[in-house]
Structures are given as C-alpha cells and as structure tokens.
C-alpha cells in the first residue's frame, strides 16, 4: 500500500520561508514523478510543482516560480518543496502525489493515483 505523509506546514508571516516534506512508502519511487499540489478554500486543486522521477526535470506554476523549488531524495524516499518570499495567497492546503505510471511526467492531477493526507500553509501579512 503507497503512502504519502506531509510534513513542515504552519503560520508564517508574508516574506517568510517554509519547506515541506513529504515520505512515501510502499513503492519504489525512484521510478515515478512526485508533485506538489495544493487548494486554498473554494478553489480547484492546482499543481504547484513537479519533479521527474531522475530529478532532471522540473514544473512550477507561473504563481510560483523563482519562489519556491522542488527537489527529491531518491535515497530517502522524500520530496521536498522549498517555499521563500510566501505570500498570503499562497494559503491553503498543500499536498504531495506521485503518478500512476513509472517515469511519466505530468502536471495533470488526475494522472497521481495517490495522495497524502495534506498539510496546511498560512501566510499572513
């Protein structure tokens, strides 16, 4: 059975920084892409960034890039997601996924087949 489990959330101040970590087990995710996800209240779920299974190949959102960074330790089974400059509509729920197929890329969240459980992100200014 996959999992994913969050970690590094909290309440910053606008300006400050926060990394996420995210565990997975029971799959062998060298092999797979990892994203991070997230939706604040009464919006859709977005991408926020990906990474490729080698680490080689990256996606930011456009609201988020030359802010935040993504990055892996296939050793350790764990993404990372490096958040600086946070601003208060970075708030909302941040969640880490892994693709369904082994070395496939893609921003698309119906291509993750499993999820962790979320960790919350509040930025105030």
């Known amino acids: 059975q996959v999992q994913l489990v969050e970690s590094g959330g909290g309440s910053v101040q606008a300006g400050d920084s926060l990394r996420l970590s995210c565990l997975g087990s029971g799959r062998t995710f060298s092999r797979y892409a990892m994203g991070w996800f997230r939706q604040a209240p009464g919006k859709e779920r977005e991408a926020v960034a990906v990474i490729d299974w080698s680490g080689g190949t990256t996606y930011y959102a456009a609201s988020v890039k030359g802010r935040f960074t993504i990055s892996r330790d296939n050793a350790k089974n764990t993404v990372y997601l490096q958040m600086n400059s946070l601003k208060p509509e970075d708030t909302a729920d941040y969640y880490c996924?892994?693709?369904?197929?082994?070395?496939?890329?893609?921003?698309?969240?119906?291509?993750?087949?499993?999820w962790g459980q979320g960790t919350q992100v509040t930025v105030s200014s």
């Open positions: 996924a892994v693709t369904r197929r082994p070395t496939y890329y893609t921003s698309r969240a119906d291509e993750y087949d499993a």
